[in-house]
């Protein structure tokens, strides 16, 4: 199986995951985008909010074995618009970081459910979460990224 139809198969989950529509539906009024291959210098606008971007960032062939399973890093991105803030006296809270944790969540674990019972699959690591490098020129927004390292058979 390619690492193409992998992403493939990631991105179909997410753009038809039921809890990911009714949230968008519900904080942002509209779907999902779901980009495959994502270009990282060049992410989509943020007029494409909400988006996930999915991409496969280098595979390995360890020596473990012999030579028969190749493991990759698939890299989730989730982004959406700022929305606002919230002022309690003194203390202004940007409502946006509470959107990207709770839409980032429902987008990360439907990844790793994917990756997990995908008949390729050995096993999953989750190795990284944090912002993410890319660089989208239409702030404000929010950016969550997750990489998953996984291993199938070659």
Not at 43 to 50: A, D, E, I, L
Not at 70 to 86: A, L, P, R, S
Request: proline share 3%; net charge negative; glycine share 6%.
């Amino acid at each position: 199986m390619k690492l193409s139809k992998i992403l493939s198969d990631i991105a179909v989950a997410v753009a038809g995951d039921a809890a990911i529509e009714t949230y968008c539906q519900a904080k942002f009024g509209k779907s999902v985008s779901v980009y495959v291959h994502i270009d990282q210098k060049n992410p989509p606008s943020m007029t494409k909010c909400p988006w996930v971007g999915l991409t496969v960032q280098g595979y390995r062939i360890p020596s473990e074995n012999n030579h028969k399973v190749m493991q990759f890093d698939v890299e989730g991105y989730v982004c959406c618009e700022d929305n606002g803030e919230t002022v309690s006296g003194k203390v202004t809270t940007l409502d946006g970081f509470d959107t990207i944790e709770d839409f980032s969540d429902l987008v990360f674990s439907t990844i790793e459910k994917t990756i997990q019972t995908s008949a390729t699959q050995l096993s999953i690591t989750i190795m990284d979460e944090g912002q993410t490098s890319l660089v989208i020129s239409d702030f404000p927004s929010w950016l969550a990224q997750k990489t998953f390292t996984a291993s199938k058979y070659v």
